[in-house]
């Protein structure tokens, strides 16, 4: 059994992020563990740029943005085993993990970051009707065909989801030869960023079809086209708006999933919402020293966030492993933040009564908002309120909650909401 | 090339009869029109394994269907492939439907069916706590269970492969002719010569048996729709669950499955005679199996879906409702297996062995083979090995302990046998059927990609070559820019 003081899972921008800043707040011995062939996890295949704005204050590629992470864990000690896939998290902090070169391993922490990132909704998990022929495929595995194996997954294209993933492919399909049809979106907005909905299909003359989604595929082996329908405020297809559409290809960009096998395996409580752990303000999970960031914790619009919220995990998890040698543990009260009219949900869910600095709130709100408020409250005291020209699901949104706030708290729950 | 005998279609049925076969000696070969073992009906139907108390007394299908039920386990083991001997309950919810389950049980007394029990209300929720409290008891068979169909066809032909039985993929049958006792089959890949013919061709034994002038019975495709779900909501269900057939119809069933997911469906609907390649999911069908399971386990819903699809039952046009397996009134060398709809998974083993007779009977001539290896060994299975095994294993093949599939946790090593088999895997869905990558709850999102360049690279094909399922259905196309 191998012993680290911290091993983080996922060696994407969240565990990278997450690594470095315990490294910097003082952890002495720490593994990342990656189940592909490198670090930077999904980043490798995004090689449109966009990386970076708000972190760097520049533009970077995916890999550029991965890079410059990956050069700094290089000059560190911190250990790293890509190719290796954890299977299992045990009691006492124990990783059990798997690779071709150790075998099994078990490795005992004293804290243990989860940072495995998410998934695309597969088409299984739409409900839509129709052929088991080829070419039905999320936008995510098209762009790794496209940009890391160099082969086109078809040429003429119906993507059905207006997600960045399914935005960017957009783009990048059509400079690439193919002809994108169109963007279906079930909703009467897109879930994308307003800036990929301007240059990927606006630029390029895709048209994006709001409230329309697709009701059946054809083709009995490879697909032959898609029958779009337009949706009603139930999302319900209108009977009559039935339209074949004809494509090779139907790419799916309808929601990401939180991977959290892992953390329900280790019997950590998961947040319906969010579908990811229930957290506090340092990240940490309902299990004592498990801290969960980036992507697997909630699914975050830019890398730039994931990497803030990462250090926030990895301060925490520094704390954690600090307070422990000295044998010293935090007091369980904590005031509970939530969810309310507007707003889809919060991270964190809870801040510590002892906690020991400002707490910055993110959330989504439910729908698209004009010149609306974001109010924060606290019993009858308002912790924050701020006007908005534009509120929108797609974007995360955040809202700062000072020290001296949270301490004067009293058994009351936090409140964030919207006010039209 | 001449054979003794040719069996058309590698369904579960032809696979069967194909090892069966084996055991004599003599040259054999099955014909399969798609890319892989098991494409029709076999890899799309309930995977149950029926105790026997639906077939009509006195029926081929009531005897061949109890046959088949007790010998399944003894199969199963054999060769390797998964069966959970888990039991069935015919659910009742009026006063009507307890009296259809003392006829089930009348019926399945004198078909042979050991152990059946009614039950009460009370002992049904024990063993189903989410069932619906509107069921008020229930038809108990404990010699029910599942099976994962695809893997005991394909166990099956490899079976039959290690007995010197050849196989040929993209080989659909098209034409026969019949001349100096000889049968003449024209296939996609060539003519093959055999002196006997066994029909297993599914919802087209019609169509083949047509070629020989034999139009004693005509197959309609009789589609059901399903669902899959996630290994998350296995805890709704732990038994086979019928719903009492009613004159509402039969209903749907909902059942774990032999890996530990859970199963719903089927809907039945008549299809044209020319609609046999129509496998599409509707709208209509997948709210019918929605609602239909709301009625029996009112909790349970598509919420966790991983997939749907729809498979065609071969069902005989008209009144007979048996199984049609005898020779052909055109031609005595020739041999139908058709109509084998529910219960023929259940059947096929007992099918085989009733196969096995009548051509032992019809061709004397040849010989028990003095060595029948009856064994195909498991694949290995890098998640059901102790800690210790497989670190071993990883030790002697390193390839063993890279996961490609994240959600079922399979290995490259495990892909690559599947590969290699004989009759090993040449598409997406092949390798998918035999190791279960991609079968998890990202549905290949993650691995798929990975599964095309494994099967590029040990089959030495260019990645745009690389299949889901055969034929057309290619996965990339050109290279970029």
Redesign the interface.
């Known amino acids: 059994m191998l012993k680290y003081d911290l091993a983080v899972i996922g060696g994407g921008p969240a565990g990278m992020a997450a690594a470095l800043k315990a490294r910097e707040c003082g952890v002495a011995k720490i593994i990342i563990l990656e ?1 592909a062939e490198t670090l930077g996890g999904i980043l490798e295949q995004c090689i449109h740029t966009g990386f970076g704005l708000h972190y760097f204050g520049e533009e970077l590629s995916g890999p550029e943005y991965a890079h410059r992470f990956i050069e700094q864990v290089e000059k560190t000690d911190i250990d790293v085993k890509v ?1 290796t ?1 954890v ?1 299992d998290i045990l009691p006492g902090n124990v990783v059990v993990a ?7 391993l078990e490795i005992n922490a004293t804290a243990i970051i989860l940072a495995m990132g998410c ?2 909704r ?4 739409l ?1 839509i ?7 039905i ?2 936008a ?2 098209a762009q ?3 940009n ?8 003429k294209i119906v993507i059905l989801g207006s997600g960045d993933i399914g935005l960017i492919m957009a783009r990048r399909m059509t400079l ?2 193919a002809k994108v049809e169109m963007v279906c979106e079930l909703m009467p907005y897109s879930g994308g960023l307003t800036r990929n909905i301007v240059q990927c299909l606006d630029d390029l003359g895709i048209p994006l079809k709001l409230s329309c989604t697709v ?3 054809h083709g ?3 697909l032959e086209g898609v029958t779009i329908a337009n949706v009603d405020e139930h999302r319900k297809p209108i009977p009559g708006t039935e339209q074949f559409v004809e494509c090779d290809t139907l790419l799916l960009s309808v929601g990401l999933i939180p ?1 959290n ?1 892992l953390t329900r395996m280790a019997g950590i409580i998961i947040d319906p919402v969010t579908n990811g752990a229930i957290v506090d303000e340092y990240r940490q999970t309902s299990r004592p020293g498990v801290f969960a960031c980036g992507n697997v914790l909630q699914v975050h619009d830019l890398v730039d966030y994931v990497t803030q919220e990462s250090q926030i995990a990895g301060e925490g998890a520094a704390k954690y492993i600090q307070s422990k040698s000295k044998s010293r543990s935090r007091s369980g009260k904590c005031i509970h933040v939530k969810a309310q009219n507007g707003v889809r949900y919060v991270v964190p869910q809870n801040i510590n009564c002892t906690t020991d600095g400002d707490v910055k709130i993110y959330f989504r709100v439910t729908d698209i908002f004009k010149n609306a408020k974001i109010v924060v409250t606290a019993g009858d005291k308002v912790l924050y309120s701020k006007k908005k020209k534009k509120l929108a699901p797609g974007e995360m949104e955040s809202v700062p909650i000072k020290l001296e706030d949270i301490k004067k708290i009293d058994k009351q729950d936090i409140i964030v909401r919207v006010e039209a | 090339m001449q054979y003794d005998v040719a069996v058309i279609g590698a369904g579960v049925c032809g696979a069967m009869i194909t090892r069966e076969l084996s055991k004599l000696d003599l040259n054999l070969v099955m014909l399969e029109k798609c890319n892989d073992i098991a494409m029709g009906t076999s890899k799309a139907n309930s995977a149950i394994v029926h105790a026997g108390f639906d077939a009509e007394n006195g029926s081929l299908k009531a005897k061949l269907n109890v046959q088949g039920a007790s010998l399944m386990a003894y199969y199963c083991n054999k060769l390797s492939v998964p069966y959970k001997n888990i039991g069935s309950l015919v659910v009742a919810y009026s006063w009507d439907d307890m009296q259809t389950l003392e006829t089930l049980f009348e019926r399945g007394f004198n078909n042979g069916v050991p152990n059946m029990e009614i039950i009460s209300q009370e002992q049904l929720r024990e063993m189903e706590p989410y069932i619906s409290e509107e069921a008020i008891g229930a038809l108990w068979a404990p010699t029910a269970g599942v099976v994962s169909p695809y893997e005991l066809a394909i166990a099956a032909t490899e079976n039959a492969i290690m007995n010197g039985a050849r196989v040929k993929r993209n080989s659909g049958v098209f034409d026969i002719e019949y001349k100096n006792d000889m049968f003449f089959l024209s296939t996609a890949s060539g003519v093959i010569k055999a002196k006997y013919v066994i029909n297993c061709a599914g919802v087209f034994a019609d169509q083949i048996a047509k070629m020989i002038g034999d139009e004693s019975f005509k197959i309609i495709p009789r589609k059901g729709e399903y669902y ?1 779900l996630d290994k998350t909501e296995k805890k709704m269900v732990n038994h086979v669950l019928f719903h009492c057939p009613s004159a509402m119809g039969k209903g749907i069933l909902i059942t774990p499955t032999a890996h530990g997911n859970v199963l719903m469906g089927p809907t039945a609907i008549d299809l044209d005679f020319d609609s046999k ?1 129509d ?5 209509e ?2 709210d019918k199996v929605k609602s239909d399971v709301r009625n029996v386990i009112p909790q349970l819903t ?1 919420r966790n ?5 729809a498979g065609l039952r071969a069902h005989i046009a008209g009144d007979n409702s048996d199984f049609i397996i005898a020779q052909s009134k055109a031609n005595e060398r020739f041999v139908n297996v058709a109509g084998i709809e529910s219960p023929g998974l259940t059947a096929a083993p007992a099918i085989a062995r009733y196969v096995g007779e009548i051509f032992r009977k019809m061709a004397p001539e040849y010989q028990k083979k003095e060595q029948f290896i009856s064994r195909r060994p498991a694949p290995i299975r890098v ?1 059901e090995l102790s ?1 210790e095994e ?2 071993e294993l ?2 002697k093949d ?6 490609i599939c ?2 079922e ?1 399979i290995t490259e090593g495990e892909i690559i046998d599947a590969i290699k088999a004989p009759c090993g895997a040449r598409d997406v869905d092949g390798v998918k059927r035999r190791t279960r990558a991609g079968m998890g ?6 691995c ?2 990975k599964v ?2 494994i099967l590029s690279r040990e089959l030495d094909i260019p ?2 070559q690389v ?15």
Do not use: H, W
Not at chain 2, 468 to 480: D, E, H
């Open positions: 189940r190719d896939m299977i798997t690779n071709n070169t150790d075998g099994l998934r695309e597969p088409r299984g998990a409900d009707p129709g052929s088991r022929a080829s070419g495929m999320t995510g595995t790794k065909y496209v890391i194996d160099g082969y086109m997954p078809g040429k690439e030869g009701i059946k595929t009995i082996e490879r991977e096998e | 899959l390649l496998v599409d999911t509707t709208i069908g997948l598509t879906a991983i997939t749907s699809f998640n800690k497989r670190e990883i030790k390193s390839r063993y302990g890279k996961i994240r959600c946790g709850r990202c549905q290949g999102g993650f798929g990609s095309v360049e990645m745009n299949t889901k399922f055969g034929n057309r259905s290619k996965i990339v196309f050109n290279k970029t820019k």
